[in-house]
Nanobody, 123 residues
């Protein structure tokens, strides 16, 4: 069992920045790929970014590429998402996930999920 706790969400204006953090605990040997997904209000989860265990491979959705940066610190069992130039369409609950054996972009590939942190973007 892996427990994930996100933090860093909040309200920003269009064009602003926010840094999200996610710390894993429990069976951290099962923490391989880590990813960020988001769930806009009333919608399904969608892929945002993922990073391999060693940090050498990163994937981004087309909608955030060039604006968001994913990183990780394995000594802290943590993954981060730096979000720059935020847009109203970025508003959502952001969730981190882990457990995928390969770097993946699909919800089904991940085994454990955090509860999420709210990001609000005002025009």
């Amino acid at each position: 069992q892996v427990h994930l706790v996100e933090s860093g969400g909040g309200q920003v204006q269009t064009g602003g920045s926010l840094r999200l953090s996610c710390e894993a605990s429990g069976r951290t040997a099962d923490v391989y790929t880590m990813g960020w997904f988001r769930r806009p209000l009333g919608k399904e989860r969608e892929f945002v970014a993922a990073i391999s265990r060693g940090g050498g491979i990163t994937y981004y959705s087309d909608s955030v590429k060039g604006r968001f940066t994913i990183s990780r610190d394995n000594a802290k069992n943590s993954v981060y998402l730096q979000m720059n130039n935020l847009k109203p369409e970025d508003a959502a609950v952001y969730l981190c996930a882990t457990g995928a054996a390969v770097v993946a972009k699909t919800v089904a590939a991940y085994d454990w999920w955090g509860q999420g942190t709210q990001v609000t973007v005002s025009s």
